[in-house]
């Protein structure tokens, strides 16, 4: 009887526990990075911010981040790795308060995977070295992409061009 209660109580949680464990996996089961760190490691490397972002698919509060205004030339890289991903001719003023752009640096340097939190089919767009989340890409960007890449500026280091 006990045993047959745990088996039940093991199982409901399992059944709890799953979807979360599916999220995460999802990007890493198709895909392998180049940088990789434990948990602790991640946790260790990063702002408390950062990895709530680039670890946990956080979000950022709108109108925060310093890049925001960000208009000089050069590439906004991944907070996590370092790999320049977007550059600042792609950037334009979305209206959203995050940072957006209409295309990564090149096909590469970003993935997508589906998110379905918060009862909306979004695409989630990761970095293509470290798994890192950066944000949504959406199909209401302007020209020549049509793309809006709706990214957490905590999850960006802006990389100015050297003149
Ligand atoms: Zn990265």
Redesign the pocket.
Known sequence: MLNRRHMLLSAGLAAIGLPLVLGRSKATAAETFA?THTDAEWQKMLTSDQYAVLRQEGTERPFTSDLLHEARKGNFA?A??E?DAFASATKFDSGTGWPSFWAPLDAKVVGTTRDTQLGMVREAVH?G??G?HLGHVFDDGPKPTGLRYCLNGVALKFHPASA
């Open positions: 940088v991944c996590g790795c790999q970095c070295r470290c890192g």
